[in-house]
């Protein structure tokens, strides 16, 4: 990995600060105050469907160890976490049961 310079490591963190700011901006910002139409509101129903999973697959599939097989306990608690949310239809129940389930699981087969 190269070196960096302090002014060069600053001008990027500020920049990222500022585009982060703005994207926030255009959507809070710009049209906050108005009415989405419909078809807005019904793709946004859909984000954090599309965002948990999305954070969590990595954690999931790709360990840290760096083997190339996913961990046995993050899927059996991952395969859990489904199963009481399709059993449930109530997503604090499948987050609450995958967290206990990995609680467990780690408790079992790592101690």
């Known amino acids: 990995m190269s070196q960096q310079s302090q002014g060069t490591i600053w ?16 959507f809070l910002g710009l049209i906050g105050k ?6 807005a509101l019904r793709l946004l129903r859909y984000t954090p469907v599309a965002v948990i999973p999305g954070l969590m697959a990595p954690q999931i ?7 190339t ?3 046995p306990i993050k899927l059996a608690a991952a395969a859990i976490t489904v199963a ?15 967290v206990s389930a990995l609680a467990v699981l780690i408790w079992l087969f790592q101690s």
Do not use: E, K
């Open 61 to 67: 599939f790709l360990p840290a160890d760096g083997s």
């Open 84 to 98: 009481v949310g399709v059993w449930s239809r109530n997503v604090i129940a499948a987050m609450a049961a995958g």
């Open 11 to 26: 001008l990027v963190i500020a920049g990222l600060g500022i585009g982060s700011f703005l994207l926030r901006f255009s």
């Open 34 to 39: 108005r009415q989405l139409p419909g078809w």
């Open 69 to 71: 097989l996913p961990d």
